[in-house]
């Protein structure tokens, strides 16, 4: 059975303060790893799709970079519009197209 | 802009009730999903679509159906509703092996009383 598991659960950081969320995973053959930002009372927005060790994604403040384990979303000086509910989730090759979400990272970002 | 629609945000139903909830996409995609969100349990599929008049169960199916008649349209419908089926209802679509994910609804928030 796929499993992804996000931590921290909440993190809080002040405006300019770089850090990392983690992603670890365990999946039958990654087909792909996604990134969502969902904002309080709305659906998830894509970010990322990673699809083997070593690539890397940048949008804006963010990056995502992925391991045959796990995957970390880096935010580099982060402003209060940044602050959110973060998902990841894999997609395996065999099967269907169901994607596994973790239960996500909610950050906070103090002026 | 492409876009996944929910026909309602929030919804509150009794207990009994059958309950049809309705999701429409303008991208064409193939694929068609029905996740339900709660604190720390994450988002679960109830089930998803891959073609018209096609379906296959997720991972909680018990106590929903769903319908696709036509390509653009995917509705979920809880039999009986039940307190326990109290949640946020998240709609998506994607495009066969699509590379962007899924793209999501606004979500509607089912509250069973």
């Known amino acids: 059975e796929d499993q992804v598991t996000q931590s921290p659960e909440a993190l809080r950081l002040q405006e300019g303060e770089s850090s990392s969320l983690n992603c670890s995973y365990t999946?039958?053959?990654?087909?792909?790893l996604f990134w969502y930002r969902q904002d309080p009372g709305k659906g998830p927005e894509f970010l990322f799709t990673?699809?083997?060790a070593g690539e890397e994604k940048e949008k804006e403040r963010l990056k995502a970079t992925l391991t045959k384990k796990e995957s970390f979303l880096h935010i580099t000086a982060p402003k209060p519009e940044d602050s959110a509910t973060y998902l990841c989730?894999?997609?395996?090759?065999?099967?269907?197209?169901?994607?596994?979400f973790g239960t996500g990272t909610r950050l906070t970002i103090i002026p | 802009d492409v876009k996944v629609t929910q026909s309602s945000r929030y919804l509150v139903k009794r207990t009994g009730e059958k309950v049809f909830l309705e999701c429409v996409q303008d991208?064409?995609?193939?694929?068609m999903f029905w996740y339900r969100q709660d604190p720390g349990l994450g988002l679960r599929l109830i089930y998803f679509?891959?073609?018209?008049?096609?379906?296959e169960k997720g991972d909680i199916p018990e106590g929903y159906s769903v319908s696709r008649e036509k390509k653009e349209r995917f509705s979920l419908i809880l039999e009986s509703a039940s307190t326990n089926q109290t949640s946020m209802y998240l709609c998506a679509s994607s495009l066969v092996q699509g590379a962007g994910g899924y793209t999501f609804g606004s979500g509607t928030r089912l509250t069973v009383v």
């Open positions: 990673l699809y083997s």
């Open positions: 999946v039958s053959g990654l087909r792909g």
């Open positions: 991208m064409d995609h193939e694929n």
């Open positions: 679509s891959y073609d018209v008049k096609m379906k």
């Open positions: 989730a894999v997609q395996a090759y065999f099967g269907n197209e169901k994607l596994t």
